[in-house]
C-alpha cells in the first residue's frame, strides 16, 4: 500500500507540473493582411505563416538560456520579458507588427548584467535546398546542407565582418531576411542546428553594460530572393541617411568621373610617367594611378586625360618609441608617431590595443599601437593640406579605416563606445572627401561610409577566402590556386552581387591589393568576368618585368571590362539572376537599359534572343 501510493503521488505531481508547463507555454499571436505571428511564451521560439504563400517559418531555441516570467499582448504586438539564467538579469523583448506589411521589428531593453555575448532572437530553421544570404565584403550564399562549410562569426560593426547589416535565407524566390538595425555592437553567428546552417543575431556589450535598446527588423518575401533582400535594405539605407549617389558625388567634385571605368594601377617602378605611357599606348585609357610620386610627376599625369592620381596614407599605426630605437630599422612615414602615448587607444583593463605587427631586425614581429579614432582627425588635418600644398593629388586612399573594425576605447583623455568610433572614423573620411575636395577611397569597405567614400579597395575580395598573407606579400604571383579561392574567392556558385544591387552607383569597388585580377593568372580569365558581371574595375598590380611580360594581357582585360563599367557606372544594378541551375551563367541588368551576361561554365548557352554566349564568354547589350 505504501509504495502504491508512493507511485500515486508522483504521478499526480507529474501530471501537475505537465498541467502548469502547459499552462505557461501560452502562444500569443498578431496578424495583419500579410502575415501571422506567434510567440510561444515558454521559449520565446517565433513563428512566422505567410498567408500568400502558405509557408510557415519557425525559430528552433538553441539553449535554455532565457526563461519567460511574463508575457502580454499589445496593440499589433507582444511584449515579453525574458530572465536570462543563472545570471541576474533580464530582458524587455517588445515585438511590434506592421499594419500591413509583411515585417515585425523586436526590441530589446536588457536589465542588470547580462552574459555576453547575447544570442537572441533564435534562428529561423532552415529547409533543405534554401541558401543563406549573407552580405560578406561583395557577398555569398551559403547552401544550408553544404558540409565543406566552416561556422563563422561576423561583426556587423567593421568591413571583415558584414559590410551591410542584413542577413537572410532564402529558395530563390521565397524567403526572409532580418535588418539590424542597431549595428554598432551587433554580430552575426552561422553555424549548424540539425545539421543545416542557420543565422542569429549576437548583441554584444557597450562597455560591459546592455546600454542602448537593440533592435531588429524582419521582413518576409513571396518572392525576388536575394534581389528583393537587397532592394529592400536599399530603401532602407535611403531612409536612414546612408545614400548618396555617385552622380551627386561627381556634382560637387568633378574629379569623380576620373575614377569611373578606371581600372586600379598599383606600380611600384619609379618611373611612372613612363608606365603610364606604355599603358595608354596599349589603349588602357582611364587609370587611377595609385602609388605616390614626387610633384612634378603628379602634375604631368594631372595633365594627361583620364588619369587621377592617389596615394596611400593611414591614421591607425604608431610604434612605441623604444621599440623603433631598440628593434626596428626605421619607422614608416605614415605612422602617427606623434601619438605616442597619449593618443593611443586603451582597452578595458588599461593595456594599449595592439595593432599591424612589423618584423624586426632580430626576425622578431613587434605589434604598433592602434591610434584612437577620436584623435585621428587632428592628425589629418596637419598632414593633408601640407602635402597637397607641393604635392597635387587629386585622390587619397586611407587604408584600414572602414576595414577595422569600431572599437571601445577606454583612454581616460579620449573615451569611445563603438558607436563613437564609427562617428569618428566617418568624420576622417568626411574630411578627406569633403574639407580636401580629394576622391576618397578606403579598405575593404562598409556602408557606414557611403556618404563620404567614393570607393573601396577590397570590397570585391572576400576577407576569409583571400590568398594567405595577402596583405604582407601583395607582389607575390601566385602559380598555384589554394581551394578556398578557387571555390569560394572566386566560386561562381557561392557569390552573389549583394553591393551593387545595394550601392552600385554610390561606390565604386575594386578588388584587394594583395588580390587582384593578375594575383593568380590562372583565375584571370575568370576575375574579368566578375568584373564585368558586377560592373567594376579590375586592379592590377606589376613591377615593369611583370608589365613587359604580359601587357597585352593586361590590355585584353581594359578592353573587355572598362567600357561596359564605364557605360554602367553611374547606374543601379536592378536585377542579378542565374539563368541556368548550376549557377554557370548568370545576368545583370542596369537601371540604364545595360544587360550583362557572363557564362562561367564549359558548355556554350543560347540566349532567347539566338545570341551564344561561349564558355568563360560573355555579352553585353543595351550600350
Given at each position: 500500500m505504501a509504495l502504491n501510493s508512493?507511485?500515486?503521488?508522483?504521478?499526480?505531481?507529474?501530471?501537475?507540473?505537465?498541467?502548469?508547463?502547459?499552462?505557461?507555454?501560452?502562444?500569443?499571436?498578431?496578424?495583419?493582411?500579410?502575415?501571422?505571428?506567434?510567440?510561444?511564451?515558454?521559449?520565446?521560439?517565433?513563428?512566422?505563416?505567410?498567408?500568400?504563400?502558405?509557408q510557415t517559418w519557425g525559430q528552433q531555441p538553441q539553449s535554455a538560456e532565457f526563461k519567460a516570467d511574463s508575457a502580454r499582448k499589445i496593440e499589433d504586438g507582444i511584449e515579453i520579458r525574458l530572465v536570462q539564467v543563472p545570471m541576474d538579469s533580464s530582458i524587455l523583448a517588445t515585438l511590434q507588427l506592421d499594419k500591413d506589411l509583411p515585417e515585425f521589428t523586436l526590441t530589446l531593453l536588457g536589465e542588470g548584467e547580462p552574459k555576453w555575448p547575447l544570442r537572441f532572437p533564435h534562428p529561423f530553421v532552415t529547409e533543405q535546398g534554401t541558401y543563406l544570404v549573407v552580405p560578406m565584403n561583395e557577398g555569398i550564399s551559403y547552401p544550408v546542407d553544404d558540409q565543406t562549410i566552416e561556422p563563422i562569426r561576423l561583426v556587423a560593426y567593421g568591413g571583415h565582418g558584414i559590410c551591410m547589416a542584413f542577413f537572410g535565407t532564402t529558395d530563390g524566390q521565397r524567403g526572409y531576411m532580418a535588418i539590424i538595425e542597431t549595428p554598432d555592437d551587433a554580430s552575426i553567428d552561422i553555424r549548424r542546428s540539425g545539421g543545416r546552417f542557420c543565422v542569429a543575431p549576437l548583441w554584444e556589450p557597450q562597455k560591459g553594460k546592455f546600454g542602448y535598446a537593440r533592435k531588429l527588423r524582419y521582413v518576409f518575401f513571396d518572392k525576388g530572393g536575394h534581389v528583393a533582400m537587397c532592394k529592400r535594405y536599399r530603401a532602407y539605407a535611403q531612409k536612414i541617411g546612408l545614400f548618396?549617389?555617385?552622380?551627386?558625388?561627381?556634382?560637387?567634385?568633378?574629379?569623380?568621373?576620373?575614377?569611373?571605368?578606371?581600372?586600379?594601377?598599383?606600380?611600384?617602378?619609379?618611373?611612372?610617367?613612363?608606365?603610364?605611357?606604355?599603358?595608354?599606348?596599349?589603349?588602357?585609357?582611364?587609370?587611377?594611378?595609385?602609388?605616390?610620386?614626387?610633384p612634378a610627376g603628379i602634375k604631368a599625369m594631372n595633365e594627361m586625360p583620364g588619369v587621377l592620381t592617389s596615394r596611400y596614407e593611414i591614421y591607425q599605426d604608431l610604434m612605441d618609441p623604444q621599440v623603433v630605437k631598440e628593434k626596428l630599422r626605421g619607422v614608416h612615414s605614415d605612422w602617427t608617431q606623434a601619438g605616442w602615448p597619449k593618443d593611443i587607444m586603451l582597452d578595458a583593463n588599461g593595456s594599449w590595443r595592439k595593432g599591424w605587427q612589423v618584423k624586426g631586425k632580430d626576425g622578431q614581429m613587434y605589434p604598433c599601437g592602434v591610434l584612437?579614432?577620436?584623435?585621428?582627425?587632428?592628425?589629418?588635418?596637419?598632414?593633408?593640406?601640407?602635402?597637397?600644398?607641393?604635392?597635387?593629388?587629386?585622390c587619397r586612399f586611407i587604408d584600414t579605416t572602414t576595414a577595422s573594425p569600431w572599437r571601445e576605447c577606454y583612454h581616460p583623455d579620449h573615451p569611445m563606445t563603438r558607436g563613437d568610433s564609427r562617428h569618428y572614423k566617418m568624420e576622417l573620411l568626411r574630411y578627406v572627401n569633403e574639407e580636401t575636395k580629394l576622391v576618397t577611397g578606403s579598405e575593404t569597405g562598409h556602408d557606414a561610409a557611403v556618404p563620404y567614400v567614393h570607393y573601396f579597395e577590397g570590397m570585391l575580395s572576400l576577407g576569409p577566402y583571400r590568398v594567405p598573407d595577402a596583405g604582407?606579400?601583395?607582389s607575390k604571383i601566385w602559380d598555384e590556386v589554394p581551394q578556398n579561392v578557387a571555390k569560394f574567392q572566386l566560386g561562381h556558385k557561392y557569390r552573389l552581387p549583394l553591393w551593387e544591387l545595394v550601392y552600385h552607383d554610390c561606390v565604386v569597388v575594386q578588388w584587394y591589393w594583395g588580390d587582384y585580377n593578375n594575383k593568380l593568372p590562372a583565375l584571370w580569365d575568370k576575375r574579368d568576368l566578375f568584373n564585368l558581371l558586377y560592373g567594376t574595375p579590375p586592379m592590377f598590380m606589376f613591377n615593369r618585368d611583370f608589365w613587359q611580360q604580359h601587357k597585352e594581357r593586361f590590355a585584353q582585360s581594359y578592353k573587355d571590362i572598362c567600357p561596359a563599367v564605364r557605360a554602367v557606372g553611374y547606374a543601379e544594378m536592378t536585377d542579378h539572376r542565374f539563368l541556368t541551375p548550376d549557377r554557370d551563367v548568370q545576368q545583370t541588368q542596369f537601371a540604364n537599359g545595360v544587360t550583362i551576361t557572363v557564362n562561367f561554365g564549359t558548355t556554350p548557352y543560347r540566349m532567347p534572343d539566338g545570341q551564344v554566349v561561349k564558355p568563360t564568354g560573355y555579352y553585353v547589350s543595351g550600350m
Amino acid at each position: 500500500m505504501a509504495l502504491n501510493s508512493r507511485r500515486m503521488i508522483l504521478l499526480l505531481v507529474c501530471i501537475l507540473l505537465f498541467c502548469c508547463c502547459q499552462a505557461r507555454a501560452e502562444l500569443l499571436s498578431v496578424e495583419n493582411a500579410t502575415i501571422s505571428v506567434t510567440l510561444n511564451t515558454d521559449n520565446a521560439a517565433i513563428s512566422v505563416a505567410d498567408k500568400r504563400t502558405g509557408q510557415t517559418w519557425g525559430q528552433q531555441p538553441q539553449s535554455a538560456e532565457f526563461k519567460a516570467d511574463s508575457a502580454r499582448k499589445i496593440e499589433d504586438g507582444i511584449e515579453i520579458r525574458l530572465v536570462q539564467v543563472p545570471m541576474d538579469s533580464s530582458i524587455l523583448a517588445t515585438l511590434q507588427l506592421d499594419k500591413d506589411l509583411p515585417e515585425f521589428t523586436l526590441t530589446l531593453l536588457g536589465e542588470g548584467e547580462p552574459k555576453w555575448p547575447l544570442r537572441f532572437p533564435h534562428p529561423f530553421v532552415t529547409e533543405q535546398g534554401t541558401y543563406l544570404v549573407v552580405p560578406m565584403n561583395e557577398g555569398i550564399s551559403y547552401p544550408v546542407d553544404d558540409q565543406t562549410i566552416e561556422p563563422i562569426r561576423l561583426v556587423a560593426y567593421g568591413g571583415h565582418g558584414i559590410c551591410m547589416a542584413f542577413f537572410g535565407t532564402t529558395d530563390g524566390q521565397r524567403g526572409y531576411m532580418a535588418i539590424i538595425e542597431t549595428p554598432d555592437d551587433a554580430s552575426i553567428d552561422i553555424r549548424r542546428s540539425g545539421g543545416r546552417f542557420c543565422v542569429a543575431p549576437l548583441w554584444e556589450p557597450q562597455k560591459g553594460k546592455f546600454g542602448y535598446a537593440r533592435k531588429l527588423r524582419y521582413v518576409f518575401f513571396d518572392k525576388g530572393g536575394h534581389v528583393a533582400m537587397c532592394k529592400r535594405y536599399r530603401a532602407y539605407a535611403q531612409k536612414i541617411g546612408l545614400f548618396k549617389t555617385l552622380k551627386q558625388k561627381q556634382q560637387e567634385n568633378p574629379n569623380v568621373d576620373l575614377l569611373i571605368g578606371a581600372v586600379n594601377v598599383w606600380c611600384w617602378d619609379k618611373d611612372a610617367l613612363a608606365i603610364v605611357g606604355e599603358l595608354k599606348s596599349a589603349g588602357i585609357e582611364r587609370i587611377l594611378w595609385s602609388n605616390r610620386q614626387q610633384p612634378a610627376g603628379i602634375k604631368a599625369m594631372n595633365e594627361m586625360p583620364g588619369v587621377l592620381t592617389s596615394r596611400y596614407e593611414i591614421y591607425q599605426d604608431l610604434m612605441d618609441p623604444q621599440v623603433v630605437k631598440e628593434k626596428l630599422r626605421g619607422v614608416h612615414s605614415d605612422w602617427t608617431q606623434a601619438g605616442w602615448p597619449k593618443d593611443i587607444m586603451l582597452d578595458a583593463n588599461g593595456s594599449w590595443r595592439k595593432g599591424w605587427q612589423v618584423k624586426g631586425k632580430d626576425g622578431q614581429m613587434y605589434p604598433c599601437g592602434v591610434l584612437c579614432d577620436k584623435q585621428a582627425l587632428k592628425y589629418a588635418r596637419e598632414r593633408i593640406p601640407e602635402d597637397l600644398a607641393t604635392h597635387p593629388y587629386r585622390c587619397r586612399f586611407i587604408d584600414t579605416t572602414t576595414a577595422s573594425p569600431w572599437r571601445e576605447c577606454y583612454h581616460p583623455d579620449h573615451p569611445m563606445t563603438r558607436g563613437d568610433s564609427r562617428h569618428y572614423k566617418m568624420e576622417l573620411l568626411r574630411y578627406v572627401n569633403e574639407e580636401t575636395k580629394l576622391v576618397t577611397g578606403s579598405e575593404t569597405g562598409h556602408d557606414a561610409a557611403v556618404p563620404y567614400v567614393h570607393y573601396f579597395e577590397g570590397m570585391l575580395s572576400l576577407g576569409p577566402y583571400r590568398v594567405p598573407d595577402a596583405g604582407r606579400d601583395m607582389s607575390k604571383i601566385w602559380d598555384e590556386v589554394p581551394q578556398n579561392v578557387a571555390k569560394f574567392q572566386l566560386g561562381h556558385k557561392y557569390r552573389l552581387p549583394l553591393w551593387e544591387l545595394v550601392y552600385h552607383d554610390c561606390v565604386v569597388v575594386q578588388w584587394y591589393w594583395g588580390d587582384y585580377n593578375n594575383k593568380l593568372p590562372a583565375l584571370w580569365d575568370k576575375r574579368d568576368l566578375f568584373n564585368l558581371l558586377y560592373g567594376t574595375p579590375p586592379m592590377f598590380m606589376f613591377n615593369r618585368d611583370f608589365w613587359q611580360q604580359h601587357k597585352e594581357r593586361f590590355a585584353q582585360s581594359y578592353k573587355d571590362i572598362c567600357p561596359a563599367v564605364r557605360a554602367v557606372g553611374y547606374a543601379e544594378m536592378t536585377d542579378h539572376r542565374f539563368l541556368t541551375p548550376d549557377r554557370d551563367v548568370q545576368q545583370t541588368q542596369f537601371a540604364n537599359g545595360v544587360t550583362i551576361t557572363v557564362n562561367f561554365g564549359t558548355t556554350p548557352y543560347r540566349m532567347p534572343d539566338g545570341q551564344v554566349v561561349k564558355p568563360t564568354g560573355y555579352y553585353v547589350s543595351g550600350m
